[in-house]
């Protein structure tokens, strides 16, 4: 059977019929052209073991190995997101893009799930090119004229308002604060051209989007409110439920993530690899 693209409400696609452990050129280009146009794309049933799931994040370019989360004992190039039993927080419990904070952010992350609580856990998308395109012709050139100021100090480094110092969601999976630190803030387009498909997408996200370039935090705070309650809405966004065998490989320049933390006293533990991307421009 020929591998099959289902579009989901909200965001994303289904892809089915495939076998991630042995693409094919036609079905890796099938694959490809359903997460450019898509910016999320999910698949079931995939029994890949840790070295074809670093196999399959090659094929789409140079992985990123993540500066701060714990890594696998035995491939570097897998990023351990997990929670234990006895853990309060999680990692990625809000709505975020990863890598904003980076000059030239990450293309995507490819996230295998390997242990799950029976209900829960499940993972929010939303889709920035849908987000942006639902607004008016006027609302959207105004905001092509900006650009934003992204920072990853408050959310992985030592300050005292930094997210993984201030809850369990770092204690033993994040290491490396000075990292954080470490790194400048970044200048991105608010509305972005995205490199694979070409179509605009608005890019700026509550987790690492700090302020327009130009205006003070507290100007940016209203319209950065205004446009995350926008970009929130349900009819951008899908929940997915992970079964034992799921994969999820999203986008970071198209959509947004946020996983859910609601299954305390479970353990769930997903294997994250992450590809480098290219830079953005507006
Ligand atoms: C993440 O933000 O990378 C984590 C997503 C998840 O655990 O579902």
Redesign the pocket.
């Known amino acids: 059977m020929a591998i099959q693209i289902r579009t989901l409400e909200g965001v994303g696609a289904e892809i089915t019929a495939v076998d991630l452990r042995e693409l094919s050129n036609s079905e890796f280009a099938a694959v490809r052209g359903a997460y450019a146009d898509h910016g999320v794309i999910f698949f079931r049933d995939q029994d890949i073991s840790e070295d074809q799931h670093i196999a399959f994040a090659k094929r789409w370019g140079p992985i990123n190995i993540n500066r701060f989360f714990a890594a696998h004992p035995e491939h570097p190039e897998i990023a351990l ?1 997990s929670k234990e039993r006895d853990q309060q927080n ?3 419990g809000g709505w ?1 893009t ?1 890598h904003s904070y980076d000059q030239i952010p990450a293309m995507g ?1 490819i ?1 295998v799930a390997r242990e799950l609580p029976e209900t829960g ?1 499940n ?1 929010l998308f939303a889709s920035m090119y849908a987000a942006y395109d639902a607004l008016s012709a006027g609302f959207q050139e105004m905001l092509s004229t900006l650009k934003a100021v992204h920072s990853a100090r408050h959310i992985f480094g030592e300050g005292p308002s930094s997210y993984y110092q201030n809850t369990d969601a770092g204690d033993g999976r994040i290491g490396n604060t000075t990292a954080a630190e470490k790194l400048q803030d970044v200048v991105h387009p608010v509305v972005i051209t995205h490199p694979l498909s070409g179509k605009k997408a608005l890019y700026v996200n509550p987790a690492f989007t700090v302020r327009f370039e130009g205006w003070t935090e507290e100007e940016s705070r209203p319209l950065l409110m205004q446009l995350y309650a926008h970009c929130m809405g349900p009819e951008f966004t899908h929940e997915f439920v992970w079964r034992p065998g799921s994969i ?1 490989f999203w986008d970071n320049r198209a959509t947004w ?1 946020f ?1 859910r933390n609601d299954y305390h006293g479970h353990r ?1 533990e ?1 294997h ?1 690899i992450t590809v480098e991307g290219e830079p953005l421009s507006g």
């Open positions: 997101v999680n990692i990625g975020h990863d992350s996230l856990g993972t999820a993530h996983a769930r997903m994250r």
